[in-house]
């Protein structure tokens, strides 16, 4: 099973600074990853696939970068609404599908 | 636009049984994988099962393999979860996703359905 670690648990950033976040994964997964925004009450929301395109809809501000173990979401210039957790995703080697335990975004 | 909507969460005692569904529309549900991801109280996503587009497959987590079994019935554009020997660890909102056409990720959820165990 590939293991997924997030870090860090918690990121508060100020309005429009960058907010980087983390994702490993405990063996390669190429380019297989996929980031997940869910706000509070929400059910999780697709932004990042293949390491680095945006699903449709998603605002420029998302990123993703990364290959092999080692992957970064970063929001460029945080808004109010980018409160949230944040989720990766690998599904390069499965059964199972496994998700990182998260990180929050909060407003610093 | 893309809808899945579950039905079926409740509460159950250990050792109980629920069936959860999950109805679809807004795409073409016969030719696409769907799973269950799960998520308890306070923590992250866990992936529970998939089924390929003609229910011929099913894959599962070990965490409950044995005990959940995944089913569609493609001319109902429905997919199920039959949970048995439920636990107080299984208490979580299911999600109900469609897998992507470009990898075995999720770009369309559900709205959830909350399974709490407890006696």
């Known amino acids: 099973e590939t293991v997924m670690t997030q870090s860090p648990a918690t990121l508060s950033v100020s309005p429009g600074e960058r907010a980087t976040l983390s994702c490993r994964a405990s063996?390669?997964?190429?380019?297989?990853l996929a980031w997940y925004q869910q706000k509070p009450g929400q059910a999780p929301r697709l932004l990042i696939y293949?390491?680095?395109l945006r699903a449709t809809g998603v605002p420029a501000r998302f990123s993703g970068s990364g290959s092999g173990t080692d992957f970064t979401l970063t929001i460029s210039s945080l808004q109010s609404e980018d409160v949230a957790l944040y989720y990766c995703?690998?599904?390069?080697?499965?059964?199972?599908?496994?998700f990182g335990g998260g990180t929050k975004v909060e407003i610093k | 636009e893309v809808q899945l909507v579950e039905s079926g969460g409740a509460l159950a005692q250990p050792g109980g049984s629920l069936r959860l569904a999950c109805s679809a529309s807004?795409?073409?549900?016969?030719?696409?994988?769907m799973s269950w991801v799960r998520q308890a109280p306070g923590k992250g996503l866990e992936w529970v099962s998939a089924?390929?587009?003609?229910?011929?497959?099913?894959y599962y987590a070990n965490s409950i393999k044995g005990r959940f079994t995944i089913s569609r019935d493609n001319s109902k554009e429905m997919v199920f979860l039959q949970l048995h020997s439920l636990r107080v660890e299984d208490t979580a909102i299911y999600y109900c996703?469609?897998?992507?056409?470009?990898?075995?990720?999720?770009?369309?959820w559900g709205q959830g359905a909350l399974v709490a165990v407890s006696s």
């Open positions: 996703a469609k897998r992507s056409d470009y990898g075995a990720f999720f770009d369309s």
């Open positions: 807004g795409f073409n549900f016969n030719i696409y994988p």
């Open positions: 089924v390929n587009p003609s229910g011929s497959t099913t």
């Open positions: 063996q390669s997964v190429a380019s297989n």
């Open positions: 293949a390491a680095s």
């Open positions: 995703q690998q599904y390069n080697d499965w059964p199972p599908l496994t």
